[in-house]
């Protein structure tokens, strides 16, 4: 069965650098999603990508975020200037087109700013 | 504004005995809604979903949820519990015109042997 994929597994960056998570999501996939989960806590809808834009986004998501599609597989999170409240795990998901079409989602990259 | 509500932390049941996990949602519209299950360093998988049509709704390992629109809840459901259906449990909504959906803070199931 297709999976999401996500890499890193594990990211350790420094206060105040810039981190990349990538994913790669299910091949006939058109719908995105980036969600945030804090130590095994509630799980917060970040950003969703359709059609090469966003298409929702959270009051999460602000400024120091942002993602990408660069090319036809990988879909990307951006976070800059990383703060110690960022550590967390990161979720990316993609789904088919209809409401009704479930959200397949990936491991996860757990982030940890020292 | 669609929002999701589990309003227990924490579901210990013994294994062989039914359980229950509780899910109350808020959403303009027809919801549609979704069990998904988290293990240790996993992502969420997708249990079930209630889109329309019978309110009984089947999913993957023996789960069920029953859909009670007067008292807008679904609730998980399953006959007899297995030590292996420890996990983290969430609910979540997507109201109509929407793609992103809202997560409930989970409930942590423990069945115990």
């Known amino acids: 069965e297709p999976e999401v994929t996500q890499t890193p597994s594990h990211q350790v960056t420094q206060m105040g650098q810039e981190v990349i998570l990538r994913c790669v999501p299910i091949?006939?996939?058109?719908?995105f999603y980036w969600y945030r989960q804090i130590l095994g806590q509630k799980v917060e809808f970040l950003v969703s990508f359709y059609n090469n834009e966003i298409s929702e986004k959270s009051e999460i998501f602000d400024d120091q975020f942002s993602v990408e599609r660069p090319d036809g597989s990988n879909f990307t999170l951006k976070i800059r200037s990383t703060k110690l409240e960022d550590s967390a795990m990161y979720f990316c998901?993609?789904?088919?087109?209809?409401?009704?079409?479930?959200?397949?989602f990936g491991d996860g990259t757990r982030l940890s700013i020292l | 504004a669609q929002s999701v509500a589990q309003p227990e932390d924490q579901v210990n049941v013994a294994e062989g005995n039914p359980l229950t996990v509780k899910c109350t949602y808020s959403v303009s519209g027809n919801p549609y809604l979704f069990w998904y299950v988290q293990y240790p360093n996993r992502g969420l998988q997708f249990l079930l979903k209630y889109i329309t049509g019978d309110n009984l709704v089947k999913g993957s390992y023996g789960f069920e949820a029953e859909f009670n629109k007067s008292q807008t809840s679904f609730h998980l459901k399953k006959p007899s519990a297995l030590v292996s259906d420890s996990a983290l449990y969430f609910c979540a909504v997507r109201a109509p015109g929407f793609n992103d959906m809202r997560f409930g803070a989970g409930t942590r199931l423990t069945v115990k042997p």
């Open positions: 998901a993609s789904k088919l087109p209809g409401a009704n079409q479930p959200q397949h």
């Open positions: 091949s006939n996939h058109l719908y």
